[in-house]
């Protein structure tokens, strides 16, 4: 019922691809995940969505602010629910993506805009890590 309400406030039909995907995006652990990671959920579901159309609602969900779109190094782009601000930390060697929140630095970036002129309005900090030897 919830994903029915978040897709008509985003302004869009509800469609059974829609809420499939909205689904897996919303209760995925990693909350990561590429088109071809949604895909190969809907697979397992027995759902006839195909790629074409994954990558298709993924772009109607970008463009209604449901889902952001990363593009971290390494070349694919992931999708994850547009929930709750955040950060990122990606692990060089092993590619795992840890999500983080840090009130002293969101404070110094707001501190940062101000003195500036400017009100800041979003951020996107990605710190790129390797475990300690």
Partial sequence: MEQ??????AGLKVTLPRLKILEILEKNPERHMS???IYKETLK?????????VYRVLTQFESAGLVIRHNFEGGHSVFEVNDCPHHHMICV????????????????HEKVAGEYGYDLIDRNIVLYVKPKE
């Fill in 45 to 53: 579901t027995d759902e006839d969505i195909g790629l074409a159309t």
């Fill in 4 to 9: 029915r309400n978040e897709l008509k406030k």
């Fill in 93 to 108: 060697e092993t590619g795992k993506v840890t999500e983080f929140n840090n009130e002293e630095i969101d404070a110094i």
């Fill in 35 to 37: 088109a071809e990671d």
